[in-house]
């Protein structure tokens, strides 16, 4: 994957909860330094049983607004961009609401370091914590999860971007 100007093996890490148990929205993206284990990992293969070095990428000077802090969410990598959908922040309840959970679609394009906010149409996926989120080369997957009023039904949201 090529993030921060050069080709690293790795993967993002977003959001979650903190160790005063808040939930968060911190972007990193960890990755596997090649030169760093080299004594472990030759030709693709352990050679030596040790921890591995990665290092973390934080995005300080990202551009755009990223999602409101949650965890529980769906994610994915779908061409340049990462991509968040749903998840839960316990926050937002309010009696009025009686709801936590998030339905909102956000990227991350990798390569400027900018965040966009989705606007999405048609039939909408409700609300849910805990979604399934795939993407293949052309379009995203959404399946699954819950929020308070039940689990989500067994409806697959195919969603494409034009």
């Known amino acids: 994957m090529n993030v921060g100007g050069g080709e690293m093996p790795g993967f993002f890490l977003f959001g979650g909860l903190n160790e005063d148990g808040q939930a968060t929205n911190t972007l990193f993206f960890i990755h596997f330094d090649i030169a760093a284990n080299k004594e472990i990992i030759q030709k693709g293969e352990y050679v030596k049983a040790a921890p591995l070095k990665l290092t973390a990428k934080k995005f300080p000077n990202a551009t755009g607004k990223p999602p409101c802090p949650r965890y529980a969410h769906g994610a994915a990598v779908f061409g340049n961009y990462f991509v968040v959908f749903g998840g839960r922040n316990n926050k937002l309840y309010s009696s009025e609401m009686k709801n936590l959970a998030l339905n909102d679609l956000h990227l991350f394009d990798f390569h400027k370091e900018m965040w966009v906010t989705v606007a999405m149409f048609g039939d909408m996926p409700c609300t849910r914590w805990s979604p399934t989120l795939v993407s293949s080369s052309d379009k995203l997957i ?15 949201f195919e969603l494409t971007f034009s």
């Not at 959404?142 to 009023?149: D, I, K, S, V």
Request: net charge neutral; aromatic share 6%.
């Open 142 to 156: 959404l399946l699954g999860g819950m929020n308070l009023a039940h689990y989500c039904n067994n409806a697959v």
